[in-house]
């Protein structure tokens, strides 16, 4: 009997090595045990539910079944229902922000229950974009990823260093006391319904993609301090996505780094045919062994 062993082949020089370990997809292309996930986040955009629809229509039609990642869409409360029957089950519609309360008086708020109420799985907590013009802190992102998992959600943890943090050489202890921080009373089971998405915060909307060098070297940082918080397990099995300008031009470079594990998208996940060219990015080459 023939026995087939397969090594997944990356080849990014000799400053570090990977033995990731391997499944085999339906479409005989290998990939980490950690499925690659790709996600959009239209922040306030579009306009309109029609425009939505519109959009989503088109993103859903390039997720094929040889897409080789999961997908989910990140969009403005008003859009989600319209935007969920769009995709048609394809892949989840998420929310972009949360508040960390159940119920009463907070006016304007949108709690876990009423998102889960209408069919939506995951949140963002901690964008950049949250902290920086709605001061949520570490600690109230804490509060958000705390309720979303108690309410059974999932959430994608957003981090990262602002330009001065980087210039100075801060980005490994901004990104650790962050995810310490955010994710402090969350415990090693409730990690399976955490994603974290590393975002420099100089590279956000600024058309300033971090090399696949820089990006590799802060997602290994980031799984280091999961490995130190939560053991090798969740280590292994946590989805550290970078986001940050991401292009269909630099989406290949980034996924073929072993410690990316995909990309959360804003601006180009605007234009369906970027974004459905950085769904179906191409996957770095895997080799095929035959043992007799
Ligand atoms: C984002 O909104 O999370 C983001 C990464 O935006 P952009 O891709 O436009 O930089």
Redesign the pocket.
Known sequence: MIKTAYILAISFGSTFSFTPKVVLRPNNVLYAERKPFITG?W?LNPQTKDEAVQLAREISSHVTPSSPCDVALFVPYPFIEGVQSAVIDKFPIGAEAVIPELAGAFTAGISPPMLQSIGVQWSLAG???RRTLFGESDEYINRQCKLLIEQGMSVML?IGETLEEFEKNLVGPVCEIQLKKCLAGISEQEMARVAI?Y?PVW????GKVATPEIAQEVHSICRNVLREMYGDDVADSTRILY????TPESVDGLMAQPDIDGA??????LDADKFGRIINFVPSQVEQLQIA
């Open positions: 986040n922040k964008h950049s974009e957003c998405a975002e590279a956000i909307g600024t986001g940050g300008s991401v959360l998208v804003g601006g180009a996940s």
